[in-house]
């Protein structure tokens, strides 16, 4: 269902003899709804905070961004300033999408800024530990009416439509800081100056009639988490003073921000706010300074796939091997080992391979977008630009599921904080996911019609 032509458009056509922006490649609409959360609940990212949000330093917002193209066919992306939604949070969610918009779950991207000053999402039907029990009923109602704002967001957007033109470009981000430090005990969480990080700041245009901008999606692969784990006042970190420096720039329009391939990426440096507003403001201005360029078009028709990549979890460890390592193992290994433990303990088995959500957003020759679930660290951008070549590549993660880090096999033989395997608990990823994930992706971009030129 295609928005009414208003007579202005007509009259360009019937003058012009073609629609306004070429064929009317696209329509486009954007909406925003804000998701800080009204009554006191606890915060996401950081273990060891006890205490719920005190104040706010800038309201966390769920945007849209709608495509039609030129079949007719709908498409939605949700940016959101949350740390993180596991794929079973909201069952009902994707269909009540598809309900009030016809958008069904397939071709839907789910990003989330991860930011580490959000409020924690919580399930009805869990239990959870005591640490949270002055403030679990309000998480648990926080997070159904998050589900329903987000239904909202995409309705409103899907409302506004109006024929658009796309483009996109690809900037720099310099404070992006490998923080896997190498020492003589290990892995560390520091900063590593020669390790290897995505500073690639991607960024889509979305132009409206008049030229208006209507939104910008814009990526950094970086964790979100210049404020540390002593801050309890809601902020979407960097990523949130970015959107508002875009949105001062150009009011009207919604700046959508997601996270690329930043597993294993810290901000540099780190620890207060006016760090994290100094960042913002440096991203900011690299997408309003791509944005003042003519960027490359990017045309239609849109061709979504999405799959689900099985990933190979390590083997099964005995009982008292695992009860070993969650006492004096690394810490980063502690807890899964716990959970494993108890599994096996209560007699159940433990899975060997993990599902993870992919899908590949194919406009045209244009670019190749890619959203991968999870934490994805940057090995993963190289090892897939190797598969299917860098032309036109886009690679976001944590979209569709938050399950937790996905490591490359060098990483799991080094080990480190980005080992700790699964967040539900029940298993750490072995070696060959790597090569299964890049596999996956490779094979579903082919799938959805990309031209595979492996390393060009
Ligand atoms: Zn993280």
Not at 254 to 267: L, S
Request: aromatic fraction near 8%; charged fraction near 20%; include cysteine.
């Amino acid at each position: 269902m295609k928005p009414p032509l208003t007579p202005l458009l007509v009259v360009a056509f019937l003058v012009s003899g073609f629609l306004p922006f070429g064929s009317a490649e696209w329509f486009a609409g954007s909406a925003r709804v804000k998701i800080t959360p009204e009554k006191p609940v606890d915060m996401a990212g950081y273990a060891g905070r006890t205490e719920p949000f005190k104040s706010i330093i800038h309201d966390l917002w769920a945007k849209a961004l709608v495509l039609e193209d030129s079949t007719g066919a709908r498409f939605a992306v949700i940016a959101t300033d949350l740390s993180g939604i596991n794929a079973d949070l909201n069952p009902g969610m994707y269909s009540g999408i598809a309900r009030q918009t016809g958008i069904q779950q397939e071709n839907i991207l789910l990003p989330w800024s991860h930011t580490h000053s959000g409020p924690r999402l919580r399930k009805a039907n869990k239990s959870y530990p005591a640490v949270a029990d002055g403030y679990l009923q309000s998480s648990i109602d926080y997070t159904k009416t998050l589900s329903e704002k987000l239904i909202r967001v995409v309705d409103l957007a899907a409302r506004s439509l109006q024929a658009a033109e796309l483009s996109w470009g690809q900037g720099f981000v310099p404070f992006v800081m490998n923080r896997r430090q190498r020492t003589a005990d290990g892995i560390r969480l520091n900063p590593n100056p020669s390790g290897h990080v995505d500073r690639s700041l991607p960024c889509l245009e979305v132009k409206g009639q008049n030229e208006d901008l209507i939104a910008t999606l814009f990526q950094v692969a970086c964790h979100n988490t210049t404020l540390t784990a002593k801050n309890y006042a809601l902020c979407s970190d960097f990523a949130g003073f970015a959107q508002l420096h875009i949105e001062e720039a150009y009011p009207g329009s919604n700046a959508m921000f997601m996270t690329g391939c930043a597993g294993n990426a810290n901000p540099y440096p780190r620890g207060t706010l006016e760090i994290a507003a100094d960042h913002g403001r440096t991203v900011g201005q690299e997408v309003c300074r791509l944005l003042s360029q003519e960027l490359s078009p990017v045309r239609g028709p849109l061709s979504v796939k999405r799959a689900d990549a099985r990933l190979s979890l390590q083997a099964s460890r005995p009982i008292e091997e695992l009860e070993k390592i969650a006492v004096a193992g690394p810490n980063w290994l502690k807890g899964n080992a716990r959970k494993m433990a108890e599994a096996l303990k209560a007699g159940d088995s433990l899975p060997k391979h993990f599902e993870a959500p992919i899908s590949v957003w194919l406009f045209a020759d244009d670019l190749t977008l890619l959203g991968l679930s999870g934490e994805v660290v940057s090995g993963y951008a190289l090892a897939i630009q190797n598969a299917i070549g860098h032309r036109n590549l886009w690679i976001a993660s944590y979209c569709h599921d938050y399950f937790g880090y996905l490591p490359t096999a060098q990483i799991v033989r080094d080990g480190g904080y980005e080992t700790r395997g699964l967040s539900n608990g029940l298993g750490w990823f072995y070696e060959k996911a790597e090569e299964e994930m890049t596999q996956a992706v490779a094979e579903l971009a082919k799938r959805a019609g990309r031209q595979i030129d492996p390393g060009r």
